[in-house]
């Protein structure tokens, strides 16, 4: 249940990083905000048709479409790093487009949870946890203050669940704030301990934005590479293609630059 309002820290008191900085001095992980500010409606939708380069045609495509027209920039490289889904739609003339689309998704957000310390029934110890399959209604909790400093206030902690994914039954963009934090508290203090009552709390949920390379991937990413090399300067990188841990895409990411580098 959403803690009653005065049980919980003024908000200036806490951040949370981008992309969903919050006015605030706690500070959680990144991800999408359930609120006003998710990517989708924060992007502004911008297409674009006359191919320009250069300073000049920069600059015209800043006026063009800060005038909300459509303007087409034609680069010598690019290096496309949305989620699959979104790359398919922009080739969708390719074949590239079909196997991209098939690279499925699942959506998943994170909670975090503010508290006093002296509520606590243990230290946080340790990173957090992993809850195995089956064993709990979150996928992980995370201490976040336990890991980094400054976090949170002194004499506060900040937790964090993170929940949904391919195998939960919960389906993190039907239920609301309130539920997920509902439901984070509960499990992390099944799983963890008596917590208190959060003084803080923030929901981010990333849409669409968990790729699940399923049985088949490595043969969908050399057919990828092969429609890659009909299409010189395009480089795709990101979880959905060669791993999906930061250094993964990090990594990629590398490999893409050094090829535009030397082309
Ligand atoms: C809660 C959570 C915790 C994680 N923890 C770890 C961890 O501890 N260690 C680890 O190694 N990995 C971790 N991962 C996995 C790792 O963070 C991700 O796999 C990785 O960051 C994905 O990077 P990406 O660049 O492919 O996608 P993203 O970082 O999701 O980037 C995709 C970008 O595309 C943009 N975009 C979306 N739609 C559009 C559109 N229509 N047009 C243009 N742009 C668009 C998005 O705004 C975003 O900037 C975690 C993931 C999550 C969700």
């Known amino acids: 249940m959403r803690p009653p309002l005065d049980a919980r820290t003024a908000p200036s008191q806490y951040t949370v990083p981008t992309?969903?900085?919050?006015?605030?001095?706690?500070s959680g992980n990144s991800g999408s905000s359930s609120s006003s500010r998710s990517p989708a409606r924060r992007r502004t939708a911008t297409g674009y048709s006359n191919p320009v380069r250069g300073d000049r045609q920069r600059r015209s495509v800043a006026n063009a479409t800060s005038a909300g027209e459509k303007m087409c920039v034609v680069p010598a490289a690019l290096r496309y790093a949305p989620p699959a889904h979104v790359a398919a739609n922009l080739l969708s003339a390719s074949p590239l487009s079909a196997e991209l689309r098939a690279i499925r998704y699942v959506s998943t957000a994170t909670v975090f949870l503010g508290f006093d310390q002296r509520t606590l029934a243990r230290p946080l110890t340790g990173a957090?946890?992993?809850?195995?399959?089956?064993?709990?209604?979150?996928?992980?909790?995370?201490?976040?203050?336990?890991k980094?400093?400054?976090?949170?206030?002194?004499g506060s902690v900040l937790v964090r669940a993170f929940l949904g994914g391919a195998r939960s039954e919960l389906d993190v963009t039907q239920e609301n704030d309130e539920s997920?934090?509902?439901?984070?508290?509960?499990?992390?203090?099944?799983?963890?301990?008596?917590?208190?009552?959060?003084?803080?709390?923030?929901?981010?949920?990333h849409i669409a934005s968990n790729p699940q390379p399923s049985l088949g991937h490595r043969a969908r990413m050399v057919r990828?590479?092969?429609?890659?090399?009909?299409?010189?300067?395009?480089?795709?990188?990101?979880?959905?293609?060669?791993?999906?841990?930061?250094?993964?895409?990090?990594?990629q990411a590398r490999v893409a630059a050094e090829r535009i580098a030397a082309a």
């Not at 992309?19 to 706690?26: D, E, F, I, N, V």
């Not at 980094?148 to 002194?154: E, I, L, S, Y």
């Open 19 to 26: 992309p969903a900085r919050a006015s605030s001095s706690w």
């Open 128 to 146: 957090g946890f992993i809850v195995p399959p089956g064993e709990g209604r979150i996928l992980a909790g995370t201490w976040i203050t336990s």
């Open 148 to 154: 980094w400093d400054g976090r949170a206030p002194d």
């Open 180 to 205: 997920l934090v509902t439901r984070s508290l509960s499990e992390l203090q099944r799983l963890a301990g008596r917590l208190g009552t959060p003084r803080f709390t923030s929901v981010h949920r």
């Open 224 to 251: 990828v590479d092969g429609e890659l090399r009909a299409l010189p300067g395009l480089h795709l990188a990101g979880a959905a293609y060669d791993g999906v841990s930061i250094p993964d895409c990090l990594r």
